[in-house]
């Protein structure tokens, strides 16, 4: 696997996030990725993977909690 196919979470667009929240390591949120979606995958900044895509994050209320209650806004 190249190394550009593998990302941190904190920067990919795929990563939903708190309205308010601050991007970092710890911050921990929802990966929106489509074929990840029925997973709810609660993942903090510092997690990544494969289907890593670098952009902005989304950010939607209750991304955080656990398990996630927030609706995919990509």
């Given at each position: 696997?190249?190394?550009?196919?593998?990302?941190?979470?904190?920067?990919?667009?795929?990563?939903?996030?708190?309205?308010?929240?601050?991007?970092a390591?710890?911050?921990?949120?929802?990966?929106?990725?489509?074929?990840?979606?029925?997973?709810?995958?609660?993942?903090?900044?510092?997690?990544?993977?494969?289907?890593?895509?670098?952009?902005?994050?989304a950010?939607?209320?209750?991304?955080?909690?656990?398990?996630?209650?927030?609706k995919p806004?990509?």
């Open positions: 696997m190249a190394k550009n196919d593998w990302g941190e979470c904190k920067d990919c667009k795929w990563w939903q996030i708190e309205p308010d929240a601050v991007v390591n710890l911050t921990m949120g929802l990966c929106i990725d489509e074929e990840l979606q029925p997973f709810l995958l609660r993942v903090s900044g510092n997690s990544g993977c494969n289907r890593f895509m670098p952009g902005e994050v950010r939607a209320e209750g991304s955080s909690v656990a398990p996630p209650t927030a806004t990509r």
